[in-house]
């Protein structure tokens, strides 16, 4: 059903598990009533997350790299997207460096969640990190995506309680847990404008 509720891309690689809390969110939760989900996309057809999508309902599409430049694929990306006319891409475990293209297209409009704290670590494993440095605590981060590799303006952050978790599974279990209430309820407070939060580009100004 089309509304005229603000359209979320959701944009994974994956297995989903970020998509399947927020589109639950949508549906019957936090987010119901404050969003809809626009598409569900993938730069892996396969991905099982598409799968676990369409079976929530959700319009879904996908595009392989396929040997295209990162600014090319990038750009097709876009287009595709901007025919389902989202108001936010939201990223939920999308493996792949954004390129300005795409920055550029929906600045200030693109969130990510990573699972720490961006100042202290960004890029992939970092709940491999946490682990290994035996982290009492780790903290969630959802931010606003720059063109930086997580330097975006962050939303919101939550802390993980890691004491006493002594396998990377149960590490990751307690992350996640934590990352899919943050996600949906900080969601509803970007949408809702009840962040403060600086924007890209007061924030690059304050940098250089
Ligand atoms: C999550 O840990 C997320 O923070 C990171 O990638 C992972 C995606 O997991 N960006 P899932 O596909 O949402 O289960």
Redesign the pocket.
Known sequence: MTTNLPRLAIL??????????LVEAVQRGVLQGVAEVAVVFSNKPDAP?LTTAAALGCPTASLAPEGRKRAEYDAAVVDLLQGYQPDYVV?????RILSSVFVRAFAGRIV????ADTHQHQGLH??EWAFENRLPETK?TVHLVDEGLDTGPILAQAPVDLRGADTLAEV?RR??AV??QLYANTLVQLIRQELPTPSIAERSATQH
Not at 12 to 21: P, T, Y
Not at 91 to 95: I, Q, V
Request: charge should be negative; avoid cysteine; hydrophobic fraction near 40%.
């Open positions: 994974l690689s994956g297995r989903g598990s970020n998509m399947v809390a997350g990223l939920a475990g999308y493996m990510n969640i990573h699972p970092a709940y969630i990751e992350g996640l990352e899919h």
